[in-house]
Protein backbone atom coordinates (compact mmCIF):
# COMPACT_ATOMS: atom_id res chain seq x y z
CA UNK A 1 0.00 0.00 0.00
CA UNK A 2 0.66 3.79 -0.27
CA UNK A 3 3.19 4.63 2.14
CA UNK A 4 4.65 8.29 3.64
CA UNK A 5 6.96 9.11 5.77
CA UNK A 6 8.30 12.34 7.15
CA UNK A 7 10.45 13.05 9.81
CA UNK A 8 8.62 11.98 12.90
CA UNK A 9 10.47 13.66 15.53
CA UNK A 10 10.29 17.55 15.83
CA UNK A 11 12.88 19.74 14.18
CA UNK A 12 13.97 22.44 16.54
CA UNK A 13 16.66 25.08 14.76
CA UNK A 14 18.01 28.48 15.54
CA UNK A 15 16.75 31.52 13.70
CA UNK A 16 18.60 32.85 11.03
CA UNK A 17 19.23 28.72 9.71
CA UNK A 18 17.71 26.74 7.07
CA UNK A 19 15.35 24.39 8.04
CA UNK A 20 15.38 21.06 5.55
CA UNK A 21 12.60 18.48 5.87
CA UNK A 22 12.11 15.16 4.63
CA UNK A 23 9.23 13.61 2.59
CA UNK A 24 9.20 9.87 1.41
CA UNK A 25 6.83 7.62 -0.14
CA UNK A 26 6.82 3.92 -1.17
CA UNK A 27 4.74 1.77 -3.30
CA UNK A 28 3.28 4.79 -6.07
CA UNK A 29 4.17 6.97 -8.46
CA UNK A 30 2.69 10.37 -8.21
CA UNK A 31 2.43 13.17 -10.75
CA UNK A 32 3.12 15.72 -8.42
CA UNK A 33 3.56 16.76 -4.92
CA UNK A 34 2.49 19.60 -2.26
CA UNK A 35 3.42 21.23 0.49
CA UNK A 36 1.30 22.63 3.60
CA UNK A 37 1.59 24.26 6.35
CA UNK A 38 -1.06 23.62 9.38
CA UNK A 39 -0.96 25.79 12.94
CA UNK A 40 -2.23 24.02 15.74
CA UNK A 41 -6.41 24.04 15.51
CA UNK A 42 -6.37 25.16 12.03
CA UNK A 43 -6.51 23.77 8.45
CA UNK A 44 -3.97 23.79 6.77
CA UNK A 45 -2.10 26.14 3.80
CA UNK A 46 -0.99 25.43 0.86
CA UNK A 47 2.49 26.28 0.61
CA UNK A 48 3.96 24.75 -3.15
CA UNK A 49 3.13 22.34 -5.41
CA UNK A 50 6.10 20.48 -7.43
CA UNK A 51 5.16 18.14 -10.51
CA UNK A 52 7.06 14.92 -11.86
CA UNK A 53 8.83 16.62 -14.40
CA UNK A 54 10.26 19.33 -12.02
CA UNK A 55 13.77 18.78 -10.16
CA UNK A 56 12.92 21.95 -8.50
CA UNK A 57 10.78 24.90 -7.23
CA UNK A 58 11.26 28.21 -5.28
CA UNK A 59 9.17 30.93 -3.59
CA UNK A 60 10.12 33.19 -1.82
CA UNK A 61 12.54 31.46 1.48
CA UNK A 62 10.75 28.33 0.13
CA UNK A 63 12.17 25.63 -2.01
CA UNK A 64 11.19 22.49 -2.78
CA UNK A 65 13.28 19.12 -4.76
CA UNK A 66 11.75 16.17 -6.18
CA UNK A 67 13.70 13.13 -6.62
CA UNK A 68 11.33 10.90 -8.22
CA UNK A 69 14.35 8.19 -8.64
CA UNK A 70 15.10 8.06 -4.58
CA UNK A 71 10.69 9.00 -4.23
CA UNK A 72 12.22 11.91 -2.08
CA UNK A 73 10.39 15.51 -2.03
CA UNK A 74 13.20 17.77 0.21
CA UNK A 75 11.70 21.19 1.90
CA UNK A 76 13.49 24.10 2.63
CA UNK A 77 12.96 27.04 4.42
CA UNK A 78 15.99 29.51 3.79
CA UNK A 79 16.60 32.14 6.99
CA UNK A 80 14.01 30.76 9.05
CA UNK A 81 12.00 32.98 11.35
CA UNK A 82 9.99 32.10 14.93
CA UNK A 83 7.15 32.42 12.57
CA UNK A 84 7.87 29.45 10.30
CA UNK A 85 7.14 27.24 13.52
CA UNK A 86 4.34 24.88 12.79
CA UNK A 87 3.85 21.55 11.21
CA UNK A 88 4.58 20.66 7.18
CA UNK A 89 2.92 18.03 5.25
CA UNK A 90 3.62 16.52 2.43
CA UNK A 91 0.82 15.20 0.18
CA UNK A 92 2.49 13.26 -3.12
CA UNK A 93 -0.69 12.91 -5.29
CA UNK A 94 -1.47 9.89 -7.80
CA UNK A 95 -2.53 10.30 -11.34
CA UNK A 96 -6.46 10.10 -12.61
CA UNK A 97 -8.80 10.06 -9.83
CA UNK A 98 -10.03 13.64 -8.35
CA UNK A 99 -6.48 14.65 -6.94
CA UNK A 100 -7.04 12.84 -3.99
CA UNK A 101 -4.63 14.20 -1.29
CA UNK A 102 -2.88 11.23 0.89
CA UNK A 103 -1.15 13.28 4.23
CA UNK A 104 2.12 12.24 5.85
CA UNK A 105 1.82 12.32 9.15
CA UNK A 106 3.47 16.35 9.18
CA UNK A 107 7.14 17.33 10.64
CA UNK A 108 6.61 20.42 13.45
CA UNK A 109 9.53 22.59 13.45
CA UNK A 110 10.08 24.96 16.11
CA UNK A 111 12.25 27.92 14.90
CA UNK A 112 14.19 29.77 18.39
CA UNK A 113 15.52 32.96 18.22
CA UNK B 1 -8.25 34.51 -3.92
CA UNK B 2 -8.80 30.55 -3.40
CA UNK B 3 -10.63 31.44 -0.43
CA UNK B 4 -12.72 28.29 1.78
CA UNK B 5 -14.48 28.83 4.44
CA UNK B 6 -16.38 26.53 7.15
CA UNK B 7 -19.41 26.97 9.61
CA UNK B 8 -19.65 26.41 12.38
CA UNK B 9 -16.00 26.66 13.50
CA UNK B 10 -16.56 24.62 16.47
CA UNK B 11 -20.12 22.62 17.76
CA UNK B 12 -21.02 20.98 21.00
CA UNK B 13 -23.93 18.37 20.84
CA UNK B 14 -25.71 15.55 22.53
CA UNK B 15 -24.70 11.96 21.84
CA UNK B 16 -27.20 10.64 19.27
CA UNK B 17 -27.87 13.90 17.87
CA UNK B 18 -27.16 15.35 14.07
CA UNK B 19 -24.54 17.86 12.93
CA UNK B 20 -24.47 19.49 9.59
CA UNK B 21 -21.18 21.43 8.93
CA UNK B 22 -21.14 23.54 5.73
CA UNK B 23 -17.92 23.81 3.28
CA UNK B 24 -17.92 26.77 0.91
CA UNK B 25 -15.59 27.96 -1.44
CA UNK B 26 -16.06 32.25 -1.89
CA UNK B 27 -13.76 33.26 -4.48
CA UNK B 28 -14.21 30.16 -6.94
CA UNK B 29 -15.80 27.53 -7.86
CA UNK B 30 -14.85 24.58 -6.71
CA UNK B 31 -15.65 21.25 -8.69
CA UNK B 32 -14.34 18.68 -6.18
CA UNK B 33 -14.55 19.11 -1.90
CA UNK B 34 -13.18 16.71 0.04
CA UNK B 35 -13.75 16.34 3.57
CA UNK B 36 -11.00 15.04 6.34
CA UNK B 37 -11.04 14.32 9.78
CA UNK B 38 -7.82 15.16 12.27
CA UNK B 39 -7.40 13.31 15.83
CA UNK B 40 -5.08 14.64 18.06
CA UNK B 41 -1.29 14.93 16.62
CA UNK B 42 -2.63 12.55 14.22
CA UNK B 43 -2.35 13.64 10.18
CA UNK B 44 -5.68 14.45 7.53
CA UNK B 45 -7.55 11.37 7.32
CA UNK B 46 -9.64 11.51 4.11
CA UNK B 47 -13.25 10.90 4.48
CA UNK B 48 -14.80 11.14 0.99
CA UNK B 49 -14.53 12.90 -2.33
CA UNK B 50 -17.76 14.75 -3.76
CA UNK B 51 -18.01 16.55 -7.25
CA UNK B 52 -20.97 18.68 -7.28
CA UNK B 53 -24.33 16.92 -8.52
CA UNK B 54 -22.77 13.75 -8.21
CA UNK B 55 -22.71 11.21 -4.97
CA UNK B 56 -19.93 11.15 -2.88
CA UNK B 57 -17.03 8.52 -2.90
CA UNK B 58 -16.14 7.29 0.71
CA UNK B 59 -12.65 6.04 1.86
CA UNK B 60 -12.96 2.44 3.27
CA UNK B 61 -14.12 2.40 6.20
CA UNK B 62 -16.04 5.40 6.41
CA UNK B 63 -19.45 4.85 6.88
CA UNK B 64 -21.79 6.75 3.91
CA UNK B 65 -24.87 6.41 5.84
CA UNK B 66 -23.23 8.41 9.07
CA UNK B 67 -21.67 11.00 7.26
CA UNK B 68 -23.95 11.90 4.79
CA UNK B 69 -22.08 14.38 1.92
CA UNK B 70 -24.12 16.79 -0.31
CA UNK B 71 -22.52 18.82 -2.93
CA UNK B 72 -25.46 20.84 -3.78
CA UNK B 73 -23.90 23.89 -6.08
CA UNK B 74 -20.37 24.59 -6.97
CA UNK B 75 -19.35 26.77 -3.74
CA UNK B 76 -21.58 24.81 -1.28
CA UNK B 77 -21.08 20.95 0.24
CA UNK B 78 -22.10 19.62 3.66
CA UNK B 79 -21.30 16.87 5.91
CA UNK B 80 -23.59 15.83 8.23
CA UNK B 81 -22.66 13.69 10.98
CA UNK B 82 -25.82 11.57 11.79
CA UNK B 83 -26.61 10.01 14.89
CA UNK B 84 -23.36 11.50 16.98
CA UNK B 85 -21.31 9.77 19.49
CA UNK B 86 -18.53 10.71 21.40
CA UNK B 87 -15.83 8.41 19.37
CA UNK B 88 -17.19 11.33 16.42
CA UNK B 89 -15.74 13.89 18.36
CA UNK B 90 -12.50 15.35 16.48
CA UNK B 91 -11.58 18.06 13.70
CA UNK B 92 -13.14 18.13 10.67
CA UNK B 93 -11.90 20.00 7.62
CA UNK B 94 -13.11 20.59 4.28
CA UNK B 95 -10.89 21.57 1.19
CA UNK B 96 -11.46 22.31 -2.58
CA UNK B 97 -10.53 22.33 -5.71
CA UNK B 98 -10.98 24.47 -9.06
CA UNK B 99 -9.14 26.89 -10.81
CA UNK B 100 -8.64 29.45 -8.23
CA UNK B 101 -6.72 32.67 -8.58
CA UNK B 102 -5.01 31.24 -11.60
CA UNK B 103 -3.32 28.30 -9.07
CA UNK B 104 -2.71 25.24 -10.30
CA UNK B 105 -6.14 23.35 -10.42
CA UNK B 106 -4.74 20.59 -8.55
CA UNK B 107 -4.35 22.31 -5.43
CA UNK B 108 -6.34 21.99 -2.30
CA UNK B 109 -7.22 24.93 -0.83
CA UNK B 110 -8.33 24.17 2.89
CA UNK B 111 -11.47 25.39 5.11
CA UNK B 112 -10.43 26.93 8.82
CA UNK B 113 -11.91 23.16 10.29
CA UNK B 114 -14.59 22.35 13.11
CA UNK B 115 -14.18 21.47 16.18
CA UNK B 116 -16.86 18.10 16.58
CA UNK B 117 -17.52 17.67 20.91
CA UNK B 118 -19.98 15.09 21.33
CA UNK B 119 -21.30 14.71 24.78
Known amino acids: SQKIEQNSEALNIQEGKTATLTCNYT??????LQWYRQDPGRGPVFLLLIRENEKEKRKERLKVTFDTTLKQSLFHITASQPADSATYLCAPTGRGGYNKLIFGAGTRLAVHP | GAVVSQHPSWVICKSGTSVKIECRSL??????MFWYRQFPKQSLMLMATSNEGSKATYEQGVEKDKFLINHASLTLSTLTVTSAHPEDSSFYIC???????????????FGPGTRLLVL
Open chain 2, 95 to 109: SATGLAGGGDQETQY
Open chain 2, 27 to 32: DFQATT
Open chain 1, 27 to 32: NYSPAY
